[in-house]
């Protein structure tokens, strides 16, 4: 069972910055797609970004222009940079990880929560 771990959620106000992390171990990293999705109360949970293992990106429409998705693959760690937060992105983010040609997510870390409030 790959373990992966988020980090750096919190409480901002809006109009500002967040990044989040996530490691996740293991010698296959850069073979991956590796996202992030978000869960907001009472809602079901969304893509967010995600980042290929050729190096291509993709975002939700809502956070096109202010998130950005990036890896470093020699330290196994994927990062979520947002700018220009909104209360609406507030939730529970999770990191990511779906085997190179499956269309299912194959892991998931535990979750951090971000909360954009005044």
Do not use: H
Not at 8 to 33: D, E, H, I, N
Not at 57 to 70: A, C, L, M, P, Q
Not at 73 to 100: F, H, I, W
């Amino acid at each position: 069972q790959v373990q992966l771990v988020e980090s750096g959620g919190g409480l901002v106000q809006p109009g500002g910055s967040l990044r989040l992390s996530c490691v996740a171990p293991g010698k296959t990293f850069s073979r991956y797609a590796m996202g992030w999705y978000r869960q907001a109360p009472g809602k079901q949970r969304e893509f967010v970004a995600e980042s290929t293992s050729d190096g291509s990106t993709d975002y939700i429409e809502s956070v096109k222009g202010r998130f950005t998705i990036s890896r470093d693959n020699a330290k196994n760690t994927m990062y979520l940079q947002m700018n220009s937060l909104e209360p609406e992105d507030t939730g529970v983010y999770y990191c990511s990880s779906r085997r190179p040609g499956w269309s299912t997510i194959s892991y998931w870390g535990q979750g951090t929560q971000v909360t954009v409030s005044s």
